[in-house]
């Protein structure tokens, strides 16, 4: 628990990879709400650098910064000196990393996805309401924030006030994304053992479709394969968010390189997304959009441009003024500053939160399904997806 005459939140930084490190380099933007108190990697390099960062860029340090390779080790800090935990570990261990922080008895921000597998993201959900009910916390329940980071934009939430009113476009029936990129580069991201394309490239823009479009998804058709990763030898181009590697040498990658997929929603809305993986440098027309009944669209372009077209021809063509000077503050993903400090803000005033269980578990659904179409070549429904306890989980957390 937060200590009522101390003003910053401590938080513990667990994953010092690429999005681990903007996460951290997030908090040296938020040194009047927040304290990073400890971080923690496997890999000792990796965390040297991210105790230089901090101790290069921290002010006025009212707490010592502990360094730990042992996440468990950091867990153990007393709550004087720790309030909160970031988990940007890879998919694989979120489910380990995350019931051990549960018994902690702290809030967390967890990175997408929540889990590899359906399975393992319910087990997750049910396993931390029941460590809230064994620490007494079902009427102040810990929070848990997975990195959805797109809802804390200002372009996507300028976007997503739109297509709610309607007043413009009208009601939004059909959504796309183009996708098309080069890949990591970790290893871990080609085995299917250890990763999924549609679940960790695309959980964001399917989580986009849900909330731009308002209603549930029902089903998922999806075609894809691998045109170039093989089951051989290949060699990965990896220039994504400026890596540092140009290229990877990868033996036995099994994932999907590529993937259609066409969503049908509830309302009748229906959404399509396009992925590429082997592109040579990422693609400059990278879109998300979605057209409304009223015939007019909305189109953001390179995750820094939004347009409006409400009727025919380049004199109806707008851009919408948005203000996206917050949304790459920290560097990386768009909107990892503001996810932060609302993350902290939640934490201090007991807010709802906005990426939440019920949220990501959807996109989650629905990348997995998209993934089960590829493989099973069918039609998937999301009610093949339905876990009654978790549901009725997920209803008394948002009802309460």
Known sequence: MVSSNDKKIKVGMIGLGTIGMSHLQSYLFLQEHAEVTAVCDSDPDRLE?????LEDGTRN????????QNYRKLLDLPDD?????????????????????????????LEKPIALTAEDADSMIISHFDADNSNKREQNPTLVQVGLVYRYTNLYRTMASICRYGKKIGRPMMAWCTKFR???NKLWYYS???SDSLLEKNCHHFDLFNWFIGSSPSRVHAYGGRHVFTDDFFKARCS??????????????????????????????????GLCLYLNKNFPGYQVGVLG????????????????????????????DVDISHDGLAGGEIGIYQEQLEFVDCIRDRRPIIA????????????????????????????????????????????S
């Open 49 to 53: 650098a991210g105790g230089r960062i």
């Open 61 to 68: 340090r009212k707490h010592e910064l502990h360094m730990f």
């Open 81 to 109: 000196e720790l309030n909160a935990v970031v988990v940007c570990v890879p998919t694989f261990a979120h489910r380990s990393v995350a019931e051990d922080v549960f018994k902690r008895n702290i809030d967390m921000l």
């Open 182 to 184: 080069d890949m990591d």
């Open 192 to 194: 299917k053992n250890k």
């Open 240 to 273: 994504y968010l400026g890596s540092d590697v140009e290229s990877l040498d990868v033996h036995g990658a099994d994932i999907n390189d590529h993937a259609v997929c066409s969503i049908l929603y509830e309302s009748g809305a229906v959404a399509q997304l």
């Open 293 to 320: 009944t009223k015939g007019g669209h909305l189109t953001a372009r390179n995750d820094s441009e939004l347009v409006m077209q409400l009727g025919e021809g380049e004199a109806n063509l707008e851009t919408v």
């Open 356 to 399: 939440n269980w019920a949220v990501a578990r959807s996109a989650c659904n629905v990348s997995l399904a998209c993934t089960r179409s590829i493989e099973e070549q069918r039609e998937v429904r999301l009610e093949e997806y339905h876990n009654e306890e978790v549901e009725e989980i997920l209803s008394s957390r948002l009802s």
